[in-house]
């Protein structure tokens, strides 16, 4: 999230949160149905933590007007596609090859290592040293899942620990977003 402040950057911060707020929520409802822990608590549990990272997105998207709007940079688009359809070929691929090879406990570990490896071109394409931050997390995640956990429990614990991480990542760039907009905000009153 470095450079010139923009209403578009604003607004990509925003879209960034939504998605890490939504696919978190997917990846905790994933986790507490293999855990047949569904329930009245839990699902009222994630769904309002979901409306809280949302609605400070929806804040932060708000916020956009204060700033200039820059011109589109279509590659940036471009790419950001191409990155998510190879991603998303990955994963159907993954889904395809691990409960042929009897590999289907791990199959929820092989998409969360496919998502960290897809922040590393996001963090150069969106130039957002977070997102390194958020695919290592995701990264080391899978693979200390894979190492460490019982294959009985493998699939539950790490859709939990998945979604946890995008949710923490979230707020890490709400908290990032806020601080990056009030320095902007007084650099701008000041000059």
């Not at 309002?48 to 929806?58: N, P, Q, R, S, V």
């Not at 700033?67 to 990155?83: E, G, K, Q, T, Y």
């Not at 590999?103 to 960290?116: E, K, N």
């Amino acid at each position: 999230m470095q450079g010139k402040l923009t209403a578009n950057r604003v607004s990509s911060i925003a879209t960034g949160i939504f998605v890490f707020a939504g696919f978190g929520t997917g990846w905790l409802f994933w986790g507490l149905a293999i855990r047949q822990q569904i329930n009245g608590a839990t699902a009222s549990a994630a769904g309002f933590g979901m409306l809280a990272l949302m609605a400070a997105a929806i804040y932060i998207r708000r916020q956009a007007k204060r700033w200039p709007r820059a011109a589109s940079d279509s590659s940036v688009l471009h790419a950001f596609v191409w990155i998510n359809v190879l991603e998303w070929a990955a994963v159907f691929a993954a889904g395809y090859v691990c409960p042929r090879f009897g590999w289907a406990d791990y199959f929820p570990t092989v998409v969360t290592l496919i998502g960290g490896l897809h922040f590393y071109p996001l963090a150069r394409v969106f130039r957002n040293p977070l997102h390194y931050g958020t695919g290592t997390a995701l990264v080391v995640w899978a693979l200390a899942a894979a190492a460490f956990l019982p294959a009985d429990r493998l699939q539950g614990i790490t859709t939990l620990g998945t979604g946890a991480l995008l949710w923490a990542a979230a707020l890490v760039t709400i908290a990032r977003a806020m601080s990056i907009m009030r320095a902007n905000q007084t650099a701008t009153v000041q000059a």
